[in-house]
């Protein structure tokens, strides 16, 4: 099955600094692959997706990169704010569209210093 | 709102008992999920449905049942026979092809 994993289970970073978070994922057929939020005591917030045909894209703040060719993805968010402080999940579908279910990262837990 | 609301926030349960977690979405999604969550862990998938009055288990559906008499509501109960039910519960829907929406999250707690 599917398998995904992150790299830093914890990254600080300065307040107003860009951050780099990263996922790996072993599945070379998979084709689509999101970026969760989720801070304390909530559920995971949709911030951001990206399809296979696609090396890139952009949000608000936020960007993510595909490497097909190693299986990996990441999450840029530039400029971070205190309220960027939470754990970010990669998470990928278990089939074609998520029918049944995805399968997650264990989170790299953002921490922005003053 | 269109949104998923999960019910109760925090949940205690005793030793032997069997508990319900309400998960109910306005979004008109067909596709349903359970996910667990432990300190410092992604999530895992407990039990899914795709379509009403039918579902399937997930990685650790062991010990825990569902349901899906309606689109609208997909409950999950934890029986006396799951061992460590102390965790984090998500509820989540979706369209096909695209992400999926979280609830706010149970608590639960044995007590």
């Known amino acids: 099955g599917e398998s995904v994993g992150l790299h830093l289970p914890t990254l600080s970073v300065q307040e107003g600094d860009n951050s780099i978070i990263n996922c790996a994922y072993s599945n070379s057929a998979s084709d689509y692959f999101i970026w969760y939020k989720q801070e304390s005591g909530k559920g995971p917030q949709f911030i951001i997706d990206i399809r296979s045909n696609m090396d890139k894209r952009q949000g608000q703040r936020v960007t993510v990169l595909l490497n097909k060719t190693v299986k990996h993805l990441s999450l840029q968010i530039a400029a971070t704010q205190p309220g960027d402080s939470a754990v970010y999940f990669c998470a990928v579908p278990n089939s074609g569209g998520g029918a049944d279910g995805l399968t997650f990262g264990k989170g790299t837990h953002l921490i922005i210093q003053p | 709102d269109g949104g998923i609301t999960q019910s109760p926030k925090y949940l205690f349960r005793k030793e032997g008992q069997n508990v319900t977690l309400s998960c109910e979405q306005n979004l008109n999604h067909d596709a349903m999920y359970w996910y667990r969550q432990d300190p410092g862990q992604g999530l895992r998938l407990i039990y899914y449905s795709q379509i009403v009055n039918d579902f399937q288990k997930g990685d650790i559906a062991e010990g825990y049942s569902v349901s899906r008499e309606k689109k609208e509501s997909f409950p999950l109960t934890v029986t006396s026979a799951q061992k460590n039910p102390t965790a984090f519960y998500l509820c989540?829907?979706?369209?096909?092809?695209?992400?999926?929406?979280f609830g706010q999250g149970t608590r639960l707690t044995v007590v």
């Open positions: 989540a829907s979706k369209r096909r092809s695209t992400e999926a929406f």
